[in-house]
């Protein structure tokens, strides 16, 4: 009986150990994969947009910064059309500015004040 309370409580020390580690290694684990799951900074150079660039397909016009395809130049949408005000010109081209002041349009006459000198 001897030999066989001994494997008992070598037992009984053995198992909460166990589980002690098993615990700890889950822990630091499961913070391992949170950090790998979480979102990273883009990076500082151009190579993400000089990828999606040479990736996309545009048999027309591809527009530079929305990387939309559309028939002309000046039928590019604004990356930001809540906060963008978009201004065509006579040449085929446009501009998106930030809205300005309280009226409709604001940001558009003074693009055109701008082109005549006047701003």
């Known amino acids: 009986m001897g030999l066989i309370n001994y494997l008992t409580a070598l037992l009984l020390f053995l198992l909460p150990v166990t589980a002690q580690f098993q615990f700890f290694e889950h822990m630091f684990n499961g913070q ?3 950090q790998a799951s979480q979102p990273q900074n883009a990076g500082s150079d ?3 947009y000089q990828q999606h660039y040479e990736a996309a397909h545009c048999d027309k016009y591809l527009c ?3 990387l939309s ?3 002309f130049a000046h039928h590019c949408p604004c990356a930001f059309p ?3 005000d978009k201004v065509e010109f006579g040449d085929g081209s446009m501009v998106c500015v930030s809205k300005g002041g309280w009226a409709a349009g604001e940001a558009g006459r003074k693009v ?3 082109r005549k000198g006047v701003l």
């Open 112 to 114: 055109e004040l701008a």
């Open 82 to 84: 809540a906060v963008e």
């Open 69 to 71: 395809c559309v028939h």
């Open 46 to 48: 151009s190579a993400w």
């Open 32 to 34: 391992q994969q949170q």
């Open 64 to 66: 530079p910064h929305t």
